[in-house]
């Protein structure tokens, strides 16, 4: 089956209202008709994360929050946002179910709001694809040894994304808010220049120098599993066509 999957993730911004949300489950359910078995990852909506952090710190005394507590207050964030694609999803007559990255297989190590992916699980996620049904994982989260949930650092869903697409084998498509990987951030540099390809080693270092669009470690773990990704837009074509695609060899070209 592993040919099949696809794991879609859909950054903050692309699901940032009910319209995005809804065009996020008719990108998945396109991908459904087209044969493909999606595995979903999502971050929270918009600012929310943003949000969750100034709550926190407003009850806290010295604005530092107990670290347990924070991480379960943060990891609401994916979770709604999961469970609100998954009902999007279901209203389209398309099975499917949210999941807690715990529930999905992601298991972490570390501390509270530091966690890194040890490994995932792949059991519960191929479960769920056998039965016909999309899995909608919470990304940013994965639960320890001891059943703790723990964060893995601001940016960190694009990790959940890649983690979990190198234990399915398969391809890792990011949603995000540009259209494509540029050589420089395009929302400050005019002149910033659309890449079609890119090499994952390439995309490392633009990703280590601060290009936010894909999250370091992701780019790193991409890189070494080696798993293909495509970058594009929440508002690009349900065809999938365009975006920067990143794969071994790849030169560095422009967009047409
Ligand atoms: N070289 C680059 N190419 C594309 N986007 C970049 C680059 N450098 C920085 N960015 C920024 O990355 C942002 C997307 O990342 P992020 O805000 O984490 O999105 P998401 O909400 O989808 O996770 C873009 O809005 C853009 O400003
Ligand atoms: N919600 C978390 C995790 C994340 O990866 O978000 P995004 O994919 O929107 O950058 C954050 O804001 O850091």
């Known amino acids: 089956m592993s040919g099949r999957i696809i794991v879609l993730k859909f950054g ?17 359910a396109a991908h459904v008709s087209r044969g ?3 595995v979903v990852v999502v971050s929270a909506a918009g600012r929310t994360t943003d949000l969750l952090v100034r709550r926190l710190s407003a009850v806290a005394p010295g604005g530092r929050p107990d670290a347990r507590e924070a991480d379960r207050a943060l990891a609401t964030g994916e979770d709604l946002s999961a469970a609100l694609l998954a009902a999007a999803l279901a209203g389209l007559g398309v099975p499917a179910r949210s ?15 530091g966690g890194r992916i040890e490994r995932v699980d792949e059991g519960p996620l191929l479960a769920l694809l056998e039965s016909g049904v999309v899995p909608v994982v919470s990304g940013f989260q994965g639960a320890r ?6 964060t ?3 940016g960190g869903s694009d990790t959940s994304a890649v983690a979990i697409a190198a234990a399915l084998g398969a391809e890792c498509h990011i949603i995000t808010d540009v259209s494509a990987v540029h050589d420089q951030d395009p929302r400050t540099d005019a002149d910033a220049r659309a890449l079609a390809e890119i090499d994952p080693l390439a995309l490392v270092v633009l990703a280590e120098a601060g290009a936010r669009v894909v999250h370091p470690e992701a780019a790193r773990r991409a890189l070494a599993d080696r798993v293909p990704l495509r970058v594009y837009a929440w508002w690009a074509p349900l065809s999938g066509r365009g975006g920067t695609r990143i794969r071994p060899a790849a030169a560095l070209s422009e967009a047409a």
Do not use: K, N, Q, Y
């Open 36 to 38: 493909r078995r999606p």
């Open 152 to 154: 893995l650092g601001r």
């Open 12 to 28: 903050g911004t692309s699901l940032g209202s009910a319209g995005r949300v809804r065009r996020a489950a008719a990108r998945i």
């Open 99 to 113: 999941l807690r990255g715990g529930e999905a297989g992601v298991r972490a190590a570390g501390e509270f709001c």
């Open 145 to 150: 040894a001891d059943g703790e949930t723990l």
